[in-house]
């Protein structure tokens, strides 16, 4: 049973950064590819942004050029640097595997909030 452990998360004015950090355990992770999502108040979980196991990266185009995933496969560890955040950028972040076809782990952490004002 995988256990994934987000955290990182606040409230930062808008323009300001964070980073997130996701700890995960129970499974091989360095042959994954792990994204980061994110679900604001009504609305649904998005995937924002994934990693592959040899580095290549992919971004919504909401975030690109401000957030930047990684990986370090040796802590099992993931990674979101978030900067420039915009007060739409505030939701609950969470990481998982991206799998093809939208497959993810069955198990969810708890997540992290990021709240962005104005």
């Known amino acids: 049973q995988v256990q994934l452990v987000e955290s990182g998360g606040g409230l930062v004015q808008a323009g300001g950064s964070l980073r997130l950090s996701c700890a995960a355990s129970?499974?091989?992770?360095?042959?994954?590819?792990m994204g980061w999502f994110r679900q604001a108040p009504g609305e649904e979980r998005e995937l924002v942004a994934v990693i592959r196991k040899l580095g290549d990266t992919s971004y919504i185009e909401a975030i690109k050029g401000r957030f930047t995933i990684s990986r370090d496969n040796a802590k099992s560890a993931l990674y979101l640097q978030m900067n420039n955040l915009k007060p739409e950028d505030t939701a609950v972040y969470f990481c998982n595997a991206a799998l093809s076809a939208g497959k993810t782990f069955d198990s969810w952490g708890q997540g992290t909030q990021v709240t962005v004002s104005s």
């Open positions: 129970g499974r091989t992770f360095s042959s994954l590819a």
